[in-house]
């Protein structure tokens, strides 16, 4: 055997197994050349600058699955599946895609996904597909996670903020474990820096003495599902003791004096008492936060998960606004970024799905109503989905219903590189690059004032016979006859021509119709993708948003360096900022904001903070009477389903051999459990909830508080090498109706659960 690429050496690229996408380098090698033989983080990475944790070692798992697909699939009516030819398979696809929208409507076919951890550009392309459908509905997993949140964010600061927890001086990490799931660059690092500093506070609230909290100087172990009373005490605290911000308040921020009154009276020890924490200590905490020069706050999965989340968020914001942690160095900001993941500019109108009239926050339907969008004779019921870069039926409450409902749809089609537990539900399935063999980006880019963006070229190419998704969704609009082979045609001259001749080609189309603004990703892809440097064809959509962000934030860009200097045309700057996306082989820091701009970007009508979210004051008092989870003795135990642990990643590696630790998924359980129900570490036990029941292994240990269990996530995946093995699935036990009143995100963190011994 020949190596083929061995003298390739380090080559550049990211980690795609969470969201802060650090910057890798990898070396290739093995017989085929195409084996990650080696990979470390890449010192030149402007923002995880040479951070990695310990999962990348393992992305060989990712790239070379043998559960990869490198045929399309289509279904055979006993439910096996054949290969098929592209040809075959996009004329199919498009012509029943096709007959769907002529017969039904484009609103009946819905799209889900859009892309995962490390890849946002199929959902650029869907885009052009879901125009050319008439498909109005879409949906992803930030639909049962995030959407509670924006919703809030929305109505308080007109913008999604994060925050700045290099500088803060405390730090307050709310139902997230970032020791395990990051979130932010360089985690452990800045964990431990705050740790170490005695002039500053790490407040971790969690039931779990998390990987975290064994750092904290406070941790608030709440009872699962008590949040809403632990913050509602906090910031009746600051009341009460005198302890808001209230000049910054009067300079900055509406609504106090009709916040104020739901909290002069809260029964401070009461509601500590329900929330399971000693009252000094939670004014511990309230006093610490007000004390602080700069406060930075994350609220995660722990509670946006669970019950009353979007009161949670709210109470969250309520204590950082409250106290005048926002737009400092430390404190929260709004983000720039090249494309907003959710719009938050339209949150605040009520839109609604068609069936169950679930609202529609950031453009996205409740991922817990899906099934319910489906399962019904109502003439606007979903009768297709298209599937891309998610796995629906894994990862959404409700498994059992979601294969139900998939069963139901008379077209499935999913986008994918390996064959998913929902891919084994589709009519078709389509198969495509990996994250490794196309360009790829991520739009999570939250850092400030130092925004990053990292588009990454293909390390190899794909093998015989497999494309990216913007190949795809070419292919189908081609099929479909939705191209516009004109504007493909007159873009591609104008590029020849130079930029300014582009530039004013395209804007001249989208002045003919405003329409074309939804094609363009894939003109765009027609049009200049081949004429991009080596590896980075599905870049081109970016043109396009740099030239939005260009309007948008021009003063940030050129702060980066991003054009010639203040007296440029501005007509250039948006060409600048793609150009140096294109160069910058290990990110970009594309802008640099400055604090004060946090105030400016405050997006509510009148340019200042809310602090009254009228929706929420009716949950807010209810808290006085009403119980934290309703007791039900059959089910005695709070079952959190999907914890992040070292080796999970969703589900984007599926052997579970790539777990160095923890590859049978265990069920974690407080000593005091374990021995009231004769349970051994390392046993076996039966685990269930009222949607199912489940063989566990058994992990025993004192991280958990007596009554509290927990699953990790992305667990129980079918994979040839070792079926059956790796862990339960936790969506065979959640249910569809367990959720958040408003945003309809589920309540997986508190999961009613009984525990047997076998
Ligand atoms: N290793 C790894 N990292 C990841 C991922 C992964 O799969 N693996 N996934 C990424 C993704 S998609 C996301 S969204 C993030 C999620 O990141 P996190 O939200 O940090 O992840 P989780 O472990 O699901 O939940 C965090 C914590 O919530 C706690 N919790 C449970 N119940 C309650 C409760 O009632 N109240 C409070 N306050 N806390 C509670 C749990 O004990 C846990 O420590 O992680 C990202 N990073
Ligand atoms: N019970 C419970 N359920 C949960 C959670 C929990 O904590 N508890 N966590 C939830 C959270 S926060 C999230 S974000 C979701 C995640 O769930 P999903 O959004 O469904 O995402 P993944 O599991 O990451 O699946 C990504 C899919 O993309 C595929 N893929 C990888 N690379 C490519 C590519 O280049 N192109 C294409 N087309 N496909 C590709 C992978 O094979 C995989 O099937 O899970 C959620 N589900
Ligand atoms: S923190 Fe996330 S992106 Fe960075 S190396 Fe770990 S898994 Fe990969
Ligand atoms: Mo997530």
Not at 606 to 617: P, S
């Amino acid at each position: 055997m020949t190596i083929l690429h061995s003298t390739a050496g380090w080559q550049p690229s990211a980690c795609i197994l969470c969201e802060c996408n650090c910057g890798i380098e990898v070396e290739l090698g093995g017989r085929d050349g195409r084996r990650f033989e080696r990979v470390r983080g890449d010192k030149a990475h402007p923002s995880s600058r040479g951070y990695a944790c310990e999962k990348p070692s393992r992305l060989d798992y990712y790239q070379n699955d043998p559960s990869r697909l490198t045929t399309p699939l289509r279904r055979r009516a006993d439910g096996s599946f054949e290969a098929i030819d592209w040809p075959t398979a996009i004329r199919e696809v498009a012509g029943k895609l096709a007959a769907i929208r002529d017969q039904y409507g484009g609103d009946s076919i819905f799209y889900y996904g859009g892309g995962g951890q490390g890849n946002h550009l199929p959902g650029g392309y869907a885009r052009s597909l879901r125009a050319a459908l008439g498909s109005r509905y879409r949906s992803n997993a930030l639909a049962q996670e995030k959407t509670g949140e924006a919703w809030v964010a929305a109505q308080m600061t007109g913008a999604f903020t994060r925050s700045d927890f290099e500088h803060c001086e405390v730090a307050v990490f709310l139902g997230k474990n970032p020791w395990f799931s990051h979130g932010f660059p360089r985690a452990r690092i800045t964990l431990r820096e705050i740790a170490r500093d005695p002039e500053r506070c790490l407040i971790v609230i969690d039931p779990r003495r998390s990987e975290t909290a064994d750092l904290a100087d406070i941790h608030l172990q709440v009872r699962p599902g008590g949040d809403a009373w632990l913050l509602a005490a906090i910031f009746a605290v600051l009341v009460q003791e005198g302890r808001l911000a209230e000049s910054w308040l009067a300079l900055h921020a509406d609504g106090l004096e009709t916040v104020r009154p739901h909290f002069a009276m809260v029964p401070i020890a009461d509601y500590c008492e329900r929330a399971g924490v000693a009252e000094a200590l939670v004014r511990r905490a309230a006093n610490r936060i007000a004390d602080a020069s700069s406060a930075a706050f994350f609220e995660d999965l722990g509670v946006q998960m669970n019950r009353r989340s979007t009161l949670v968020s709210y109470l969250h914001r309520l204590i950082a606004y409250g106290t005048g942690h926002y737009g400092r160095p430390g404190t929260a900001h709004p983000v720039t970024s090249i494309l907003p993941l959710i719009t938050t500019s339209t949150i605040t109108r009520d839109v609604r799905s068609p069936v169950t009239h679930a609202r529609i926050i950031g453009g996205l339907v409740p991922c817990n109503v899906i099934p319910d969008e489906i399962l019904t004779d109502h003439p606007k019921r979903f009768r297709a989905m298209f599937v891309e870069a998610a796995n629906p039926v894994h990862s959404l409450a409700d498994a059992p219903r979601m294969r139900e409902a998939f069963a139901a749809l008379e077209l499935v089609v999913v986008v994918d590189v390996a064959l998913t537990e929902t891919g084994r539900l589709a009519d078709y399935v389509l198969p495509v690059a990996t994250q490794y063999e196309k360009a790829e980006a991520t739009f999570f880019n939250f850092e400030f004032p130092k925004n990053v963006f990292h588009l990454r070229g293909a390390l190899l190419d794909p093998p015989e016979g497999l494309f990216s998704e913007a190949e795809l969704h070419a292919r189908l609009l081609e099929a479909l006859g939705a191209l516009p082979l004109a504007a493909v045609d007159t873009l591609k001259r104008a590029w020849s021509l130079g930029r300014p001749a582009f530039r004013e080609a395209f804007f001249r189309l989208l002045a003919a119709d405003p329409g074309f603004v939804s094609m363009a990703p894939v003109v765009l892809f027609r049009a200049i993708g081949d004429a991009l440097p080596k590896a980075k064809a599905e870049g081109a959509v970016l043109w396009a948003l740099a030239q939005i962000v260009a309007t948008q934030v021009p003063a940030s860009l050129r702060r980066a360096g991003i054009g010639a200097g203040p007296d440029a045309d501005p007509a250039e700057l948006g060409d600048a900022l793609f150009d140096a996306i294109l160069a910058a082989d290990r990110g970009l820091v594309f802008a640099v904001d400055e604090w004060s701009e946090a105030f400016a970007r405050i997006g509510t009508p009148n340019g200042r903070i809310q602090l009254a979210v009228a929706e929420l004051f009716d949950a807010l008092d209810g808290l006085a009477t009403e119980e934290r989870i309703p007791v039900d003795a059959e089910y005695p135990l709070v079952l959190s389903a999907g914890e992040r642990r070292s080796f999970t990643a969703n589900t984007i590696l599926r052997d579970p051999a790539w777990r160095k630790k923890g590859a049978d998924g265990a069920l974690s359980i407080s000593p005091v459990d374990a021995g009231k129900l004769g349970l051994a570490d390392g046993g076996r036990a039966r685990l269930t909830t009222r949607r199912g029941s489940a063989v566990v292994a058994v992990e025993i240990s004192d991280r958990m508080q007596p009554g509290h269990v927990s699953l990790p996530n992305g667990t129980g995946l079918e994979h040839p090498g070792s079926p059956g093995q790796g862990g339960v699935a936790p969506n065979e036990l959640t249910r569809g109706e367990d959720c958040d009143p408003i945003a309809g995100t589920p309540w997986h963190k508190s999961t009613p659960a009984r525990v047997e011994a076998i």
